[in-house]
């Protein structure tokens, strides 16, 4: 079992940053790749930015590359999402999820989620 916690939501406005945070505990030497989602009300559940957990491979969608960093502090057993210059229709709310196994990075691929941290960008 592999237990996620993330930090790090709030409201900002448009062309600001964030930096979110999702701390792993438990059995996270099994953890293969870990991953930032994101849900918009009327919306399916989304990739953001994927990661190995080794960090050979990064994968990110492209309505947030240029703009967003995924990174991991293998140490702290940390998952980190830098977002910069962010629009409104990046408003959502933000899961980190971490898969057992190599896969697509698409939500059906994780095996363990967090709760979620609310990220609201005005215009």
């Known amino acids: 079992q592999v237990r996620l916690a993330e930090s790090g939501g709030g409201l900002v406005q448009a062309g600001g940053s964030l930096r979110l945070s999702c701390a792993a505990s438990g059995r996270t030497f099994t953890t293969y790749g870990m991953g930032w989602f994101r849900q918009a009300p009327g919306k399916e559940r989304e990739v953001v930015a994927a990661i190995t957990w080794r960090g050979n491979i990064i994968d990110y969608a492209d309505s947030v590359k240029g703009r967003f960093t995924i990174s991991r502090d293998i140490a702290q057993n940390t998952l980190f999402l830098q977002m910069n210059s962010l629009e409104p229709e990046d408003t959502a709310v933000y899961y980190c999820?971490?898969?057992?196994?190599?896969?697509?990075?698409?939500?059906?691929?994780?095996?363990?989620w967090g709760q979620g941290t609310q990220v609201t960008v005005s215009s």
């Open positions: 999820g971490a898969a057992r196994t190599p896969g697509p990075p698409v939500s059906k691929s994780y095996d363990y």
